[in-house]
């Protein structure tokens, strides 16, 4: 590339970045101070929370700092090599085992994250024979996944069982077709129509993969996700999720589901061959986050409770939300300067959340979403929902 050009490039994503700026679209990131919970230390003092992935507060619970710490003393900080080389360790073993057994499949396989997991999917799977069909709203991990790989793609309007059935009757002349959704939608907070899309797959032969990072470990009676949610259990072939959010918070993620879909990722996964293995200490913690949720519903009772409560208050607080039961609750505002001024103007009020504008969501659909947890208490939603009241409600709703 020549100095001019160079000089040319630069300038071109300056311009790109001014416009992000500009447009409200610009993701400012916060500077925690203090371990992840309820309440925050930040460099913009302390904040009650609402906004992390945290759906149980086992992000620091103490039987699982201590998996940690023991882990760290059996094993070490990392395995400095990819699972197939020398990068399997006992532990790694246990906790595929474990995952399996909590989710009824036959074999899982361990990622250092679940985008990863996603993203060495399909391609493995899948050839140009083939046929993936995806719901619009999908997590951006599963479309570029399906990117990867070679297989024909449909996509079919979000939640739009008709439209389904439509793609699915246009991708027959293909070997083979899964169809590709999000558990529960990440923006949204809606819950896939699992059993009807079990149905239509069942009709036209295909298979079904459900990526529920957003439900395992706490959704559903006793947290086995969006597929025990909508009684999906053995129905879906293959199952995706994260260690990143409920069942602990830290990183890593799996697929899981039959024995010949999981050996051959295990040869044949990009992200799995040429990614280090899991650190021990992340392992450890995430067997005992499994423990935790196994031995005692308590975390996923108050939780179904919190939701409950919020729900309902914002309800009757006068602010339309979208109707559901899981701890996700945006509220829609469509123009993405005035979703940043309500995230800013609730920060001055000591609630931290997050404003999402395009492109993390479609444009025009800007949000603030709150994220319930097990770990707040009832003053904490109550004080939420004051916050909320002391905004004006026709500038939230949008109208």
Same mark, same amino acid.
């Given at each position: 590339?020549?100095?001019?050009?160079?000089?040319?490039?630069?300038s071109?994503?300056?311009?790109?970045f001014?416009?992000?700026?500009?447009?409200?679209h610009y993701?400012?990131?916060?500077?925690?101070?203090?371990?992840?919970?309820?309440?925050?230390?930040?460099v913009?003092?302390?904040?009650?929370n609402?906004c992390?992935n945290?759906y149980?507060?086992?992000?620091?619970?103490?039987?699982?700092?201590?998996?940690?710490?023991?882990?760290?003393?059996?094993?070490?900080?990392?395995m400095?090599?990819?699972?197939?080389?020398?990068?399997?360790?006992e532990?790694?073993?246990? /906790?595929?085992?474990? $995952?399996?057994?909590?989710?009824?499949?036959?074999?899982?396989?361990?990622?250092s994250?679940?985008?990863?997991?996603?993203?060495?999917?399909?391609?493995?799977? /899948?050839t140009?024979?083939?046929?993936?069909?995806?719901?619009?709203?999908?997590?951006?991990?599963?479309?570029?996944g399906?990117r990867?790989?070679?297989?024909?793609?449909?996509r079919y309007?979000?939640?739009?069982?008709?439209h389904?059935?439509?793609?699915?009757?246009?991708?027959?002349k293909?070997?083979?077709?899964?169809?590709?959704?999000d558990?529960?939608?990440?923006?949204?907070g809606d819950v896939?129509? /699992?059993n009807? $899309?079990?149905d239509?797959?069942? =009709?036209?032969?295909?298979?079904?993969?459900?990526?529920?990072?957003h439900?395992?470990?706490?959704?559903?009676?006793?947290? =086995?996700?969006?597929?025990?949610y909508?009684n999906?259990?053995?129905?879906?072939? $293959?199952?995706?999720?994260?260690?990143?959010?409920?069942?602990?918070?830290?990183s890593?993620g799996?697929?899981?589901?039959r024995?010949?879909?999981?050996?051959?990722?295990?040869?044949?996964?990009?992200?799995? /061959?040429y990614?280090?293995?899991?650190s021990?200490?992340?392992?450890?913690?995430?067997?005992?986050?499994?423990?935790?949720?196994?031995?005692?519903?308590?975390l996923?009772?108050?939780?179904h409770?919190?939701?409950?409560?919020f729900r309902?208050?914002?309800?009757?607080?006068?602010?339309? $939300?979208?109707?559901?039961n899981?701890?996700?609750?945006?509220?829609?505002?469509?123009?993405a300067?005035?979703a940043?001024?309500?995230?800013?103007?609730?920060?001055?009020?000591?609630?931290?959340?997050?404003?999402?504008?395009?492109?993390?969501?479609?444009?025009?659909?800007a949000?603030? =979403?709150?994220?319930?947890?097990?770990?707040?208490?009832?003053?904490d939603?109550?004080?939420?929902?004051?916050?909320?009241?002391?905004?004006?409600?026709?500038?939230?709703?949008?109208?």
């Amino acid at each position: 590339m020549t100095k001019q050009n160079t000089i040319s490039f630069y300038s071109h994503l300056r311009a790109q970045f001014k416009d992000i700026y500009e447009s409200d679209h610009y993701k400012e990131e916060h500077f925690i101070l203090s371990p992840q919970g309820v309440h925050l230390f930040t460099v913009k003092g302390k904040l009650l929370n609402f906004c992390a992935n945290n759906y149980l507060g086992l992000a620091n619970h103490p039987e699982i700092i201590e998996s940690a710490r023991k882990a760290l003393d059996l094993y070490g900080y990392g395995m400095a090599s990819v699972r197939f080389i020398c990068g399997t360790h006992e532990i790694h073993k246990q /906790l595929e085992q474990k $995952i399996s057994n909590f989710l009824q499949t036959e074999d899982t396989i361990l990622y250092s994250s679940c985008f990863d997991a996603n993203g060495g999917l399909f391609e493995t799977l /899948l050839t140009e024979k083939d046929a993936v069909i995806s719901d619009r709203l999908n997590h951006a991990s599963i479309i570029d996944g399906v990117r990867l790989c070679k297989a024909t793609r449909f996509r079919y309007n979000h939640a739009d069982m008709t439209h389904l059935e439509t793609k699915l009757k246009s991708a027959q002349k293909y070997r083979y077709r899964i169809i590709a959704t999000d558990g529960v939608f990440s923006m949204d907070g809606d819950v896939a129509l /699992l059993n009807e $899309i079990c149905d239509l797959a069942d =009709r036209y032969n295909s298979y079904v993969m459900v990526d529920d990072s957003h439900a395992t470990g706490f959704f559903g009676n006793t947290g =086995r996700g969006s597929i025990e949610y909508r009684n999906v259990i053995n129905r879906v072939g $293959i199952i995706t999720s994260t260690f990143g959010k409920a069942l602990g918070g830290g990183s890593g993620g799996f697929t899981s589901g039959r024995k010949e879909v999981i050996d051959i990722l295990r040869q044949r996964s990009r992200p799995y /061959l040429y990614s280090n293995s899991l650190s021990p200490i992340t392992t450890a913690a995430t067997l005992k986050a499994i423990d935790l949720i196994s031995n005692s519903r308590n975390l996923i009772k108050k939780l179904h409770e919190n939701v409950k409560y919020f729900r309902t208050s914002i309800i009757s607080a006068g602010f339309k $939300i979208k109707p559901d039961n899981h701890p996700i609750v945006p509220i829609m505002i469509g123009d993405a300067s005035t979703a940043k001024n309500v995230a800013d103007q609730l920060l001055l009020e000591g609630i931290y959340v997050i404003a999402f504008s395009y492109p993390v969501v479609p444009k025009d659909t800007a949000r603030i =979403r709150f994220q319930i947890s097990a770990a707040h208490e009832k003053a904490d939603l109550e004080v939420a929902v004051s916050a909320l009241e002391n905004l004006q409600p026709s500038i939230i709703n949008g109208s």
